[in-house]
Nanobody, 117 residues
Framework: QVQLVESGGGPVQAGGSLRLSCAAS??????LGWFRQAPGKVREFVAA????????TYRDSVKGRFTISRDDAKNTVYLQMNSLTPEDTAVYSC????????????WGQGTQVTVSA
């Protein structure tokens, strides 16, 4: 049974930092990613890491502020978020894809990040 369990969200002031964690279990994946959805907005891609070669991708608005990484021993992916702004407020969800030919089809429950001005 595949499980993605996020943790690490919460309230933070603008300029602050948070680290989100996503513990994955149940199978191996091609890539794990983070998405976010703010109230009244569509879900958007934030960052992803390829499980085999560790290559990473980011949306432009988080480049230089967010870092995605993984811990092989813990089968966990992290999203380090620095210099947070109120525009980063959203529910952040971890997602996994089984291959390069498939979309993200496993999702965690999401964790709320609230950045106050």
């Amino acid at each position: 049974q595949v499980q993605l369990v996020e943790s690490g969200g919460g309230p933070v002031q603008a300029g602050g930092s948070l680290r989100l964690s996503c513990a994955a279990s149940g199978r191996t994946f091609y890539a794990l990613g983070w998405f976010r959805q703010a109230p009244g907005k569509v879900r958007e891609f934030v960052a992803a890491i390829n499980w085999s070669d560790r290559s990473t991708t980011y949306r432009d608005s988080v480049k230089g502020r967010f870092t995605i990484s993984r811990d092989d021993a813990k089968n966990t992916v992290y999203l380090q978020m620095n210099s947070l702004t109120p525009e980063d407020t959203a529910v952040y969800s971890c997602a996994a894809r089984r291959s390069r030919f498939l979309q993200y089809d496993y999702w965690g429950q999401g964790t709320q990040v609230t950045v106050s001005a």
